[in-house]
């Protein structure tokens, strides 16, 4: 049972803030990598001894109600990352549930009984500004609950819609604590330096009106023709990519020799281009990658294989643009059209967390010379700067206009765009990298704090087991599935010897061992009902 936890200073300072505000609803903004999770989960635990309820965690992906589910473990608070509405009331051996903003804008009634005196964390609650559906569905679902904690890693604007439970000065979400990448930079061992080699090139195309066109990044297009240079150079077709994939593999090369187990991310457009990428990688520069697309099923569990692995590359189309943990992550390569502000942070994001015992822990992200893209690193690299200067860290600029320059229109899909050439004529050119002082202490660590923890809320389902391990490394919801299929196996051996559908089994094993429905069953409760069909079957 956790009793204690290592706070960083920031971790500390938001949670005195959260815990000393008497408002019902807390935003913190903090840079990705910086601990949000723990944060967010010692808060729960303070808010649920000083008033016990249920915990709601809502994450943006299905990978992320995962990784919130196994985290809370951690902290002797137990979530269902596989709720669904139609699973009924929340089994006595929990404390509460993940689930995602789709999920909340398909089931908001049923969530806001659910949620009724509760706790809610809200990840990343920009998403929630993604559809004007979802944030009425938000205000439904979680009007009633007693405190709200909102995260988010990158400001966000209100733009067309504004997100509920947020206060705004003008368009802009005013956050209650926050704590930029540059802050985290200056209370060093926090996240990583990551710099931005810049490729240029030639590229040649034809425009959707047929007209031909020929520019380099210098040139000064704007809209459109912006756009259709991003494309041509990002295109399969030309060399303009396969001269940054292999000056990134590389760098990641050179990365290894220190670190061997670090990893590199390709951050591709669609999963067409996914594919191609990983092919170029394989055929022209001899390394492996895994490709993982947000419409494949196991891409959650791709990711993470990926992430305990000492695989090379990994090639993602969205699945990585927030939230998901792979510290290893050392070198990527920006090869999306995206090219707004807010998802270029959130891609920087996956390569700025801190690993204990790694020397030199710099990170690069090899990117198009676009001058939008230029703008974007330009900003982060100044925060880089100036944390090595002593009360003197800037706070991060403002977010722009969220327009993307790569943005594919339906026109141009169907249209006469055509990649001609895409070649780089200048190689990757990095910023001057800087001497940071730690660099040459990487067993230390941020200053922190030890805190004491209340004991967890009590649950009314946590009575022994009975027979059934408990195990620490598994979330209970891993637990019970296991159980669960035990359960169905047996049901359908005794369907099979009685003759009997399995309607009729599974009601009677419901009976015998006290069981409402399976959903609802705790850890105890199913293994009284494999032993009711153990008995069952040894009658028969």
């Avoid at 020929?214 to 459109?224: H, N, Q």
């Avoid at 001609?420 to 704090?449: C, K, L, Q, R």
Wanted: one cysteine or more.
């Amino acid at each position: 049972m956790t009793r204690t936890v290592h706070l960083r200073r920031w971790q500390k300072d938001a949670l005195d803030r959260f815990v000393g505000g008497a408002a019902r609803d807390f935003l913190a903004v903090a840079t990705p990598g910086a601990g949000k999770t723990t944060f967010a989960l010692t808060a729960a635990r303070h808010q649920l001894a000083e008033r016990p309820g249920r915990l709601i965690v809502v994450a943006p992906t299905a990978h992320l109600k995962s990784q919130w589910a196994q985290a809370a473990a951690h902290f002797s608070l137990h979530l269902d990352p596989a709720w669904s509405a139609s699973d009924g009331s929340l089994p006595a051996d929990m404390h509460g549930i993940v689930t995602s903003y789709q999920q909340v804008a398909t089931s908001a009634e049923v969530l806001a009984r659910l949620s009724r005196g509760a706790f809610v964390i809200l990840d990343e609650l920009h998403h929630a500004g993604e559809d004007r559906a979802w944030g009425a569905s938000i205000l439904r679902a979680f009007g009633d609950a007693d405190r709200r904690l909102a995260l988010s890693g990158t400001p966000f604007r209100s733009d067309t819609c504004a997100i509920p439970f947020v206060h705004y000065r003008g368009d802009e979400a005013v956050p209650d604590f926050e704590y930029g990448y540059g802050d985290a930079l200056a209370d060093r061992r926090v996240v990583r330096p990551v710099y931005f080699p810049t490729t240029n090139g030639h590229m040649e195309w034809s425009a959707p009106d047929g007209s031909m066109h020929s520019a380099t990044f210098d040139d000064p297009l704007v809209g459109s023709r912006a756009s259709q240079r991003l494309r041509t150079a990002l295109s399969l077709e030309g060399e303009w990519l396969p001269t940054v994939l292999r000056a990134a593999n590389e760098r990641l090369t050179e990365v290894r020799r220190e670190q061997p187990e670090a990893g590199g991310l390709v951050i591709a457009t669609d999963r067409e281009h996914a594919r191609g990428i990983a092919a170029i990688l394989k055929n022209r520069i001899g390394t492996s990658a895994k490709v993982v697309t947000s419409d494949d099923p196991q891409a959650s569990a791709e990711i993470a294989r990926f992430a305990t692995s000492t695989d090379p590359w990994l090639v993602a189309v969205k699945m990585v643009s927030e939230g998901v943990d792979i510290p290893r992550l050392r070198v990527g390569v920006y090869a999306t059209t995206t090219s707004t502000e807010l998802f270029f942070r959130q891609a920087v994001g996956r390569f700025v967390r801190w690993t204990g015992g790694v020397p030199r822990q710099r990170s690069w992200l090899f990117i198009p010379d676009d001058a939008r893209l230029r703008q974007h690193a330009h900003g982060i690299a100044e925060q880089r700067r100036h944390s090595l200067r002593k009360d003197s860290v800037e706070r991060p600029e403002q977010e722009e206009s969220e327009e993307s320059l790569g943005e594919v229109s339906p026109d141009e899909q169907m249209s006469l765009f055509a990649v001609i050439s895409a070649v780089a004529t200048v190689g990757a050119e990095p910023a001057t990298e800087e001497h940071f002082p730690f660099d040459d202490d990487p067993e230390g660590g941020a200053d922190g704090f030890e805190l004491t923890l209340a004991p967890p809320p009590p649950l009314r389902g946590e009575e022994s087991p009975g027979g059934v391990e408990v195990d620490d490394a598994r979330t209970r919801r891993e637990q019970k599935q296991e159980l669960r299929e035990l359960n169905a196996s047996l049901a359908r051996q005794l369907a099979r010897q009685l003759g009997l559908t399995h309607a009729e089994v599974n009601v009677e094993l419901n009976r015998r061992s006290g069981v409402k429905r399976v959903s609802e069953a705790t850890i105890a409760q199913l293994q009284r009902r494999l032993t009711a069909a153990d008995k069952w079957l040894a009658k028969v």
